[in-house]
């Protein structure tokens, strides 16, 4: 859509001696770029005019009029279209800014946009009292610069142009209001900390306290591994016993969700028995009132105190028993191919399917899946587990993070440690953000 503009002021002042003038020279247009209306392109048309500077001593004679709520001089789009696609570009960047802004209607190119974000002009710092100061690369492996951040603020205050002593301490001496810097291990901003900044606190910053936790943490479970291989040996005698013992089968899941219905049905008539009963009424009325459970079941969820988890019902025999040690034992020898068990022992005399054979060896796969992770325990993979917040480990690694604290007390109070000063470093993040 293009749109026809014509000014209507009378005059318009000279950018050189800044005095209005009414003598018109002529006429040209301009086409500039405007934000979109309803999804459509939107181009601007300008009609402008030149006038004639009348001030007798302005070396300007002809000037173009300027327009400058609406577009700068010589400029391809109006400011409405600079300010949109900057606002695009701090949010998406280059790439991803130029699609988003061509889906919109203002067409661009990636360069245009972080050309404009360059144009942006930096905010001048005023005061600062707790500042993090770090390098960063222009051109990774060739020039590089350090970066000042407001803590308070957690907003980019100053780039230098390198990482020297001498830069930044003439930064830290023109702010002598600084309270508090945050620096990486090196000793170039450690020496201008301390010169540009004598009466500043210097701090390590959070990243290099878990990078300085994670590397003792390292070591020292590096030290730890003879105990949590044996721990490991003795989870896997542990299921094997248990496994000689009873092994069952993997429910249906059918039968699972029948179990769990039937227990959220205990579960409602355990919570109405509590809630009659703080009412005052006793296990007879309160049977008569539901009409299920007996007087007698109410009477014994009372005496517990606690809900009843249905019993486990005794295993049932099955024909798989008698293979039962075969299995295990070929298992422990490192076969554990559902298919080929179940081939050897249907060559001993087996008469069910391979899927019965699988649904045994299921909880014998997830039995041994931990007991083989410490058997394969590896001290920088385990110190991942150990700075992760509890909650987003899946149930093996949860089970891992257990068997490793059982195996020795002292990777238990390590753990503690960690999972403390990880809190400790959210929870300060958050009361300063």
């Not at 023109?174 to 210097?202: F, K, L, M, N, W």
């Given at each position: 859509?293009?749109?026809?503009v ?7 002042a000279?950018?050189r ?8 020279h ?5 086409t500039?770029?405007?934000?979109p ?6 181009v601007?048309?300008?009609?402008v005019?030149?006038?004639f500077c009348?001030t007798?001593?302005?070396?300007q004679r002809i000037?173009?009029e300027?327009?400058p ?12 279209f ?5 606002t ?10 130029a ?9 661009t190119?990636?360069?245009?946009v972080?050309?404009?974000?360059k144009?942006?002009?930096?905010p001048?710092v005023?005061?600062?009292?707790h500042v993090g100061?770090?390098?960063?690369a222009?051109?990774r492996?060739?020039?590089y ?5 407001d ?17 930044a ?17 090196g ?7 301390t010169?540009g900044?004598?009466q500043?606190?210097?701090v390590a910053d959070?990243?290099h306290?878990?990078?300085?936790l994670t ?8 030290r ?10 003795e ?13 069952r ?5 059918a039968?699972e969700q029948?179990r ?10 355990y919570?109405?028995?509590l ?5 005052g009424?006793?296990?007879k009325?309160i049977a008569?009132?539901?009409g ?16 009843p ?14 293979y039962a040690p ?10 554990h191919?559902g ?6 022992i ?5 008469p069910?399917?391979?899927r019965?054979?699988n ?6 796969r997830?039995g ?11 001290a ?7 700075v992760?917040?509890p909650?987003?480990l899946?149930?093996?690694?949860q089970?891992?993070?257990a ?11 390590a ?6 000063a990880?809190?400790?470093?959210s929870?300060s993040s958050?009361?300063?953000?």
């Amino acid at each position: 859509m293009t749109v026809l503009v014509r000014s209507t002021a009378s005059s318009s002042a000279c950018p050189r001696c800044l005095q209005p003038a009414k003598r018109i020279h002529s006429h040209y247009r301009r086409t500039v770029a405007d934000v979109p209306s309803g999804g459509r392109q939107i181009v601007l048309s300008l009609v402008v005019r030149k006038f004639f500077c009348q001030t007798i001593d302005c070396p300007q004679r002809i000037f173009t009029e300027r327009l400058p709520d609406l577009v700068r001089p010589w400029a391809r789009t109006t400011l409405r279209f600079c300010s949109a696609l900057e606002t695009i570009g701090f949010a998406a960047g280059g790439e991803a800014g130029a699609e988003l802004a061509t889906l919109l209607g203002m067409p661009t190119s990636p360069a245009t946009v972080l050309r404009r974000l360059k144009a942006v002009p930096t905010p001048v710092v005023e005061t600062v009292t707790h500042v993090g100061i770090d390098d960063w690369a222009f051109r990774r492996g060739r020039r590089y610069g350090t970066i000042l951040v407001d803590l308070q603020t957690h907003r980019v205050i100053d780039l230098l142009p390198d990482r020297s002593t001498k830069t930044a301490k003439a930064w830290f001496q023109a702010h002598p209001e600084i309270v508090v810097i945050s620096r990486d291990r090196g000793t170039d901003y450690a020496i201008a900390a301390t010169q540009g900044a004598p009466q500043a606190i210097q701090v390590a910053d959070r990243w290099h306290l878990i990078r300085n936790l994670t590397d003792l943490l390292q070591a020292f479970l590096a030290r730890s591994r003879p105990d949590v291989r044996q721990a490991g040996k003795e989870a896997e005698e542990a299921v094997v016993q248990d496994l000689r013992q009873e092994w069952r089968p993997i429910p249906i899941p059918a039968t699972e969700q029948i179990r769990l219905s039937r227990r959220a049905g205990r579960l409602d008539q355990y919570t109405q028995v509590l809630a009659l009963s703080e009412q005052g009424l006793p296990p007879k009325q309160i049977a008569r009132k539901m009409g299920q459970p007996s007087e007698r079941t109410i009477k014994r969820w009372l005496a517990q105190g606690a809900f009843p988890e249905a019993r486990q019902r005794r295993k049932k025999r099955s024909r798989f028993d008698a293979y039962a040690p075969y299995v295990l034992k070929r298992w422990q020898e490192g076969c554990h191919n559902g298919t080929q068990l179940w081939q050897e022992i249907r060559a001993l005399g087996y008469p069910d399917s391979s899927r019965m054979v699988n649904r045994f060896l299921e909880p014998l796969r997830k039995g041994f899946a931990t007991v083989e992770s410490l058997s394969r325990f590896s001290a920088k993979p385990a110190v991942w587990l150990f700075v992760q917040e509890p909650t987003s480990l899946s149930e093996a690694e949860q089970k891992e993070i257990a068997l490793l604290c059982q195996s020795n007390p002292l990777i238990e109070a390590a753990y503690r440690l960690v999972q403390d000063a990880r809190t400790y470093g959210s929870y300060s993040s958050r009361r300063a953000a």
